[in-house]
Structures are given as C-alpha cells and as structure tokens.
C-alpha cells in the first residue's frame, strides 16, 4: 500500500496515519467502504465490495477505537457478535488489546432479540430513546448476557447527547462502521470528526444512497481532505470535518 497524499511514499505507516489525536472531547469517526458508483453491500452484506487494503485499514481504525457504533440494521444484516481483539495488534503501535466496547444504535428494537448479537458473550450497549424503556425491559431477557441501555432523548434519539454519554463512560476513540441511513443522521448531527471512506474499484447496483444514505438534513459540510492511500486500485481516503459554530450535537456551519 503506498501514500499519494498529502505526499507520495511507498511504504505507509498505518498506525500512524490512523491514529486518533488526543481530545478532551473525544474523537468520533465513520468508516465505510463502497463501490465507484457507491454500492456498500452486495447481497445484503459490505465483504464483497471490500478488498484486501480495505479490510487492513479496518483493522487498524478498530484496533485504536474504544467503541464500535453500528445501526440497528447493520448489526442483524451483518451478523454482529462480540467484537475480536484487534487482529495484529503487534504492527499497530499505541493500539489496545482489548476488544472495542460494540453499541447499537436502535430507534427501534424489532429483531435484535432473535439477531446473533442476542448471543454475544461480551455486554453491548443499545442506545435508544426513553420512548422504548419498556421494550429495552422485555428484550433484555432475550440477550445471552443482559445489555446495558443508554437512553438518549426523550422521544427521538439526540446523538449528541450520546456522544457526550459515551465520553463519560472512557470512551473517547470511536469508529461509526453503518449502516448509512445511521451515518447521515450522524452527519446532520454534527457528532463525526472525521471520515474514513474506501472505494474499491468495483460497480454493484446502489440500494442505499451511497455511504450516507440518501438525504440528510444539511447542506454542503466543508470537508478537508487528510490522506489517500492506494492498492491495487482501491483508493482509502480520510477527510476531516471543519468545526462548525455549535457545540457538540449542534448543526455544523453549511455553505
């Protein structure tokens, strides 16, 4: 894998380029991959349209994360269990050897009791509205070891205020891996950092809007471009979101 920017290099030191930065605030961002016309799955899950560099950056990005944020939805289709430690732990510097802590964002929670995550060995946490507080009562007794609910926002989920919740339980560094619909909510939110976006030179057809779902309540976000790396036509980009006016969960400055 080599670097072609911000400077050419044929050797790429990963951990350094995914490391997060030290923040009191913490660091939040999206990893995703898709096709050049924005397919992220095919056949309902993301391995096909990944490739071999793609999935190396994941590894890296999770080894550095204390959270893992998926959606509801991603965390069925894709099989979600109990996270692994980090695969390579001894090529990724300053990475941890425990596994991330897995949250599930759910605005609803049909299907997790009968999902295989009802079956991880390790606790999740499932963060919804105080709207769902009796369904969290009855599906916990679904779950093999009992999860822990965080309940953000009274009616609607108020993503900053996860945010903020998550930070006060130590977790500082964490990756939002889908599905889309969930990373455009986060988008509009204003909680990510940064994102982290593989294209694979593949086409599949396109069901869900590309990484971001399709529509988000925004405007145009002012992103900086951060790094590309490049293997065997997979291009792997990092691009940092410009603060905007507001605090944490606050609308960020649109153009």
């Known amino acids: 894998m080599r670097q072609i920017f911000p400077h050419c290099s044929e050797t790429t030191d990963l951990a350094a380029i995914y490391r997060p930065p030290a923040s009191s605030r913490g ?3 999206t990893n995703m991959v898709a096709t050049v016309n924005g397919a992220v799955e095919f056949g309902g899950v993301s391995r096909p349209v990944s490739s071999g560099a793609d999935r190396l950056a994941f590894h890296v990005i999770r080894a550095f994360a204390d959270a893992v944020v998926i959606g509801r939805g991603n965390a069925i289709a894709e099989g979600y269990t109990s996270l692994p430690a980090p695969n390579a732990p001894e090529v990724i510097p300053g990475a941890s050897m425990a596994p991330p802590k897995l949250v599930v964002v759910a605005r609803s929670l049909d299907g997790l009791g009968n999902a295989p995550i009802a079956r991880s060995e390790e ?8 709207a769902r507080k009796a369904e969290a009562e009855r599906l916990a007794s679904s779950f093999s070891v009992e999860p822990s609910f965080l309940f953000v926002g009274e009616r609607e989920m108020d993503f900053g205020l996860l945010r903020a919740k998550l930070l006060d339980l130590g977790y500082r560094s964490v990756v939002c891996e889908g599905g889309p619909t969930l990373l455009g909510l986060l988008l509009a939110e204003g909680v990510i950092d940064e994102i982290c976006l593989t ?5 599949a057809p396109s069901h869900h809007g590309g990484p971001f779902g399709p529509g ?3 405007g145009l976000i002012r992103l900086e471009l951060a790094s ?3 293997e065997d ?3 792997l980009y990092r691009y940092a979101l410009m603060p905007g006016d507001d605090q944490v969960g ?4 649109v153009l």
């Open 216 to 218: 988000g309540d925004y």
């Open 233 to 235: 036509g997979t291009l």
């Open 250 to 253: 606050g609308s960020r400055r």
């Open 27 to 29: 660091f939040w961002r």
């Open 123 to 130: 606790q999740v946490v499932i963060a919804t509205s105080g």
């Open 199 to 203: 294209t694979t030179p593949l086409a």
């Open 228 to 230: 590309v790396l490049e």
